[in-house]
């Protein structure tokens, strides 16, 4: 018999309960800040093709990891820590060549240079500095010379923004979301690529229209956005994490930002 999915951190208290995964009990596929758009010039840029071995960290519900088996990677290994979202991407995979792992993008396990990309989305942002730096460390260390490592993040602008305003909207950010976020500058994102062997060789910023409603039907589709919105008729509580999420992005929307990066390996 098929097994039941479970939405991850489905049974917690919603007040409590990380943004992403509220909007992903609330049906919602896209959980990186720049949307659908974003992640295609990602793709676009990283140029996936048949003889690519591709890792993907933290694929969440799966919705990279679609695209991306489209293009009939060699192989594909997705590595993401929340076992229930383990579970939902496991069930777009086949072939031998296909797999998601439960465990830390900081710590893979694999084999060096296994990999000729790797990409991962909205997950760098909720890490501290330090694991930021490990996460892209791993990156690199799991790529062959010359491999493509491509982000897609949440920023905050412009680059000479002083140094309280960016303090509070981090903090603002992370007690809206429920959980540790500390998005930085486009130019400290790419700083912390280069600082870990990789050279920029692509750059997209798209506004941080998450939960805004053209972006939601482009993202979601038509049928998407009334199913997400019949949930938020439904349930109060999450409603009212939505709305205070949304209220906190419009806020400071002239400082936050979308930002894509893909960096190539430096040759030793
Ligand atoms: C905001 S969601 C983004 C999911 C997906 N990448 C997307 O953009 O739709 C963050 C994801 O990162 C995963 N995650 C966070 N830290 C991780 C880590 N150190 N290693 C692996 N996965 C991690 C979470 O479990 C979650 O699935």
């Not at 969440?60 to 594909?76: I, S």
């Not at 998450?210 to 509580?237: A, H, S, T, W």
Request: net charge positive.
């Amino acid at each position: 018999m098929a097994q039941k999915l479970v939405t991850p951190n489905e049974g917690r208290k919603v007040s409590k309960t990380p943004g992403h995964w509220v909007l992903a009990q609330l049906g919602k596929k896209v959980l990186r800040p720049g949307g659908k758009e974003l992640t295609q010039k990602m793709l676009h840029a990283l140029d996936i093709t048949s003889s690519d071995r591709v890792i993907e960290f933290a694929p969440g519900m799966g919705y990279t990891a679609r695209l991306c088996l489209e293009k009939h990677p060699q192989t594909y290994t997705a590595i993401e820590q929340n076992e229930q979202a383990v579970e939902i991407v496991r069930s777009y995979l086949n072939g031998v060549e296909q797999e998601c792992k439960v465990g830390n993008a900081q710590q893979t396990g694999l084999e060096a240079e296994v990999a000729s990309v790797v990409y991962g989305e909205a997950m760098l942002t909720m890490q501290s500095d330090n694991r930021k730096n490990e996460i892209i460390a791993e990156a690199c260390r799991v790529l062959a010379a010359g491999g493509r490592y491509g982000i897609h993040e949440l920023c905050i602008v412009p680059d000479d923004i002083d140094l309280g305003t960016m303090r509070a909207i981090q903090r603002e950010i992370s007690e809206t979301i429920q959980h540790p976020a500390k998005p930085v500058t486009p130019s400290e994102w790419k700083q912390l690529m280069e600082d870990n062997g990789f050279e920029i060789e692509f750059e997209a910023i798209a506004p941080m229209h998450l939960l805004e409603p053209k972006r939601m039907i482009d993202d979601e589709g038509i049928l998407g956005l009334l199913k997400i919105v019949k949930n938020l008729l439904i349930r109060p509580e999450a409603r009212a994490r939505v709305v205070g999420m949304r209220k906190i992005f419009r806020k400071h929307r002239s400082h936050l930002a979308a930002i894509t990066l893909v960096a190539k390996k430096k040759n030793h």
